[in-house]
T-cell receptor, first 116, second 114 residues
Framework: DVKVTQSSRYLVKRTGEKVFLECVQD?????MFWYRQDPGLGLRLIYF???????EKGDIPEGYSVSREKKERFSLILESASTNQTSMYLC???????????????FGSGTRLTVV | AQSVTQLDSQVPVFEEAPVELRCNYS??????LFWYVQYPNQGLQLLLK??????LVKGINGFEAEFNKSQTSFHLRKPSVHISDTAEYFC????????????FGQGTELSVKP
């Protein structure tokens, strides 16, 4: 069964800590995405990547960075965690959008991060 | 730029009743449209998608959606819901020039009561 795996379901971190959220996919997908989900706001795009060592900012990149050293792994980094980064973080992957098609995403189960 | 609006944040309904979850989008170019479902403490799962062709799209679990270009809508329907359909539902849009990125709506909580 193909899937996207996020390393932690629940995390509790202290303000100011550097936090790493890991995401691994086994579908050989080129595209990978990080979203955060907050009640009433839906999913907001933080960063995405179309290939190894490539990254692009989404709609809310401030306070975050990413790393993609291998095709299957896309890491989200909170440089100095703050309480307003308490949220559900969702990783997704997809095939490239070829021509006029779009395959949609496969999502991981999410990491619920609490910053205290 | 594209945007998606889900018109209802919460929809309570009784078991075996029909339901419609509303989604409107804004785009200056042709769109691809998606509905995802999120069960409690899980990631999102694809219910159905519209890329082209027939405007009535059937998905998993008995759901269907209709693409209406003139109304810029993509409403999700099910003729008879079950308790197990209780979840949050997200509408999303993408276009050919978005490189596969999806823009999501705010979500609709469907609560099915016995």
């Amino acid at each position: 069964d193909v899937k996207v795996t996020q390393s932690s379901r629940y995390l509790v971190k202290r303000t100011g800590e550097k936090v790493f959220l890991e995401c691994v996919q086994d579908m050989d997908h080129e595209n990978m995405f990080w979203y955060r989900q907050d009640p009433g706001l839906g999913l907001r795009l933080i960063y995405f990547s179309y290939d190894v060592k490539m990254k692009e900012k989404g709609d809310i990149p401030e306070g975050y960075s990413v790393s993609r050293e291998k095709k299957e792994r896309f890491s989200l980094i909170l440089e100095s965690a703050s309480t307003n980064q308490t949220s559900m973080y969702l990783c997704a992957s997809s095939l490239p959008s070829i021509g006029r098609g779009n395959y949609g995403y496969t999502f991981g189960s999410g990491t619920r991060l609490t910053v205290v | 730029a594209q945007s998606v609006t889900q018109l209802d944040s919460q929809v309570p309904v009784f078991e075996e009743a029909p339901v419609e979850l509303r989604c409107n989008y804004s785009s200056s170019v042709s769109v691809y449209l998606f509905w995802y479902v999120q069960y409690p403490n899980q990631g999102l799962q694809l219910l159905l998608k519209y890329l082209s062709g027939s405007t009535l799209v059937k998905g998993i679990n008995g759901f269907e959606a209709e693409f209406n270009k003139s109304q810029t809508s993509f409403h999700l329907r099910k003729p008879s819901v079950h308790i197990s359909d209780t979840a949050e539902y997200f509408c999303a849009v993408s276009t050919y020039n978005q490189g596969g990125k999806l823009i999501f709506g705010q979500g609709t909580e469907l609560s099915v009561k016995p």
